[in-house]
């Protein structure tokens, strides 16, 4: 049982490129969640889906976007990468959301330059 | 606004105990969780208070007082391998969690 996976570990892009963080869990959760985690500051969320096919936005949505297709799978995308948007990046899943606790993935770090 | 104060780091010997504070202030309140997270991993789950008191789970305890915004983490018999940051964070009305910037706990021999 993987639990949740994501890809890539660590990225390099440069400001203006397109981006795709992937995200999928096996665990059959209903709610995911997009947190990004900077140095000094707590874990911000960006997009959660409490259920396949519906999103929602969270403290820091901009310039950010993402899909629920299914129930496994969580993308978010970053359309034109600028350098604020360097940090780690959490994917998170909850059975049901809510109170439900969160289980995180092992995060992507990424560097715009 | 919403805010979660929790000290930056704090510094303890092993086999002793320590206490890491939280004081939250959010729209809404639907429970505070406390999480660990080691250098360089994912934040893992420790607790779940939603009722004021003292819940208990092996040498870690967590304890809230609704009326005061506040929250501990007690760990008890510390080991080294108990260093790590840790994560307070206070879900709102809206089921969303905010999180405070986290606790790095530095454990000594």
């Known amino acids: 049982i993987a639990g949740i996976t994501q890809a890539p570990t660590s990225q390099i892009l440069a400001a203006g490129r397109r981006m795709t963080l992937r995200c999928t869990q096996d665990?059959?959760?209903?709610?995911m969640y997009w947190y990004r985690q900077d140095l000094g500051l707590g874990l911000r969320l960006i997009h959660y889906?409490?259920?396949?096919?519906?999103?929602g936005k969270g403290e820091v949505p901009d310039g950010y976007s993402v899909s629920r297709a299914n129930t496994d799978d969580f993308p978010l995308t970053l359309a034109s990468a600028v350098p604020s948007q360097t940090s780690v990046y959490f994917c998170?899943?909850?059975?049901?959301?809510?109170?439900?606790?969160?289980?995180f993935g092992p995060g992507t770090r990424l560097t715009v330059l | 606004g919403q805010n979660i104060d929790q000290p930056t780091e704090m510094t303890a010997t092993e086999g002793a105990i320590v206490q890491i504070n939280c004081t939250y202030q959010?729209?809404?309140?639907?429970?505070l969780f406390w999480y660990q997270q080691h250098a360089g991993e994912a934040p893992t789950f420790l607790s779940y208070?939603?009722l004021d008191g003292l819940e208990e789970k092996g040498r870690f305890s967590s304890f809230l007082s609704r009326s005061k915004g506040y929250s501990y983490l007690l760990l008890k018999e510390l080991q080294m391998k108990d260093s790590a940051s840790y994560l307070c964070?206070?879900?709102?009305?809206?089921?969303?969690?905010?999180w405070g910037a986290g606790t790095k706990l530095i454990i000594k021999p």
């Open positions: 998170a899943s909850a059975q049901a959301g809510g109170t439900d606790t969160q289980y």
């Open positions: 665990m059959r959760h209903n709610a």
């Open positions: 889906s409490n259920t396949a096919g519906t999103t």
């Open positions: 959010t729209s809404g309140f639907n429970g």
């Open positions: 208070n939603v």
């Open positions: 964070a206070s879900m709102d009305s809206n089921y969303q969690l905010i």
